[in-house]
């Protein structure tokens, strides 16, 4: 209602080297320092937008680059945009040493009535890993998200900065940063507080290659559902060396003490890199 009978008649906009300062509900500043926006109409109601900036928070960096065309011909009702490029890096404390980054292109529709919202032909690129696919969805009091996803490599060790654990044991986590800031009195966490109690969605995932702790696993399937603080995991298997691995189950977050069950099915998998990347004694073969 308050956008009711608003014109976008901007013909070109330009900000450069500024300060944007986001006052959140929770009480905190949000500052993207080094803001740089290019606004061009380049038709009646359709807009041609680049812009770039850096936010640093809780010893991090966030920078961005976007490049892209804005649809609002049937605004307030329906906003369409392509986002042509978008590249990004975040480095900081208690991430990879040389950060996560990468690039980013997607169409995206939000239709305001019905709250609903799509990221169509997703192509997103992180370190070393590829990811494709859609995502949809509703916002409102709780949040209904869909993701379809294909990644043609898929690389944890890299994203979540994990060397693999070498047979004599040792860390997973050499690779990281330093650690993150140090909060004297840290909050207590409940799982009221958990993502899976304030939406719920559906995710389907097909990983040609999947790394985790040294461990290659090839044709990884994963199809999830998450409801009212239930995660329930109908399949999540691959293949490893000769072997094979099925690992369906359930994670239930909807009481204060988190329930997890699962009915790992291996068929000749190999156990010491199975152990190594629990970074548990190699003891059994």
Not at 60 to 69: I, T
Not at 101 to 111: P, V
Not at 184 to 209: F, H, I, R, T, W
């Amino acid at each position: 209602d308050v956008t009711h009978g608003w014109k976008f008649d901007i013909s070109h906009l330009r900000i450069a080297d500024s300060l944007l300062v986001w006052q959140q509900s929770n009480g905190e500043q949000l500052n993207v320092r080094d803001f740089n926006l290019a606004l061009d109409q380049t038709q009646p109601r359709r807009a041609h937008i680049t812009l770039s900036s850096r936010i640093n928070r809780d010893q991090r960096e966030l920078q961005v680059s976007m490049d892209s065309d804005l649809d609002i011909t049937d605004y307030p009702r329906h906003v369409g945009a392509v986002i042509n490029q978008f590249d990004y890096q975040l480095k900081g404390a208690d991430l990879p040493q040389d950060g996560v980054k990468g690039s980013a292109r997607m169409k995206a529709h939000w239709t305001s009535p019905t709250r609903q919202f799509s990221l169509e032909d997703i192509s997103l690129s992180a370190n070393d890993s590829q990811l494709t696919g859609t995502v949809s969805g509703s916002l409102g009091t709780r949040p209904q998200v869909v993701a379809s996803l294909h990644a043609a490599s898929l690389n944890l060790d890299a994203l979540l900065g994990l060397n693999p654990v070498s047979a004599g044991g040792g860390t997973g986590a050499e690779q990281r940063s330093g650690p993150a800031p140090v909060i004297a009195a840290l909050p207590e966490y409940d799982n009221a507080n958990s993502p899976l109690n304030a939406m719920d969605g559906q995710l389907s995932l097909v990983a040609d290659k999947l790394n985790w702790r040294g461990l290659q696993m090839n044709n990884v399937q994963l199809d999830a559902a998450s409801e009212e603080g239930l995660l329930t995991v109908k399949t999540f298997n691959g293949q490893a060396a000769d072997g094979s691995f099925s690992l369906p189950g359930t994670i239930d977050v909807r009481s204060a003490q988190t329930k997890v069950a699962f009915q790992p099915d291996l068929k000749q998998f190999a156990l010491t890199p199975l152990l190594n990347g629990f970074e548990l004694p190699n003891n059994i073969s």
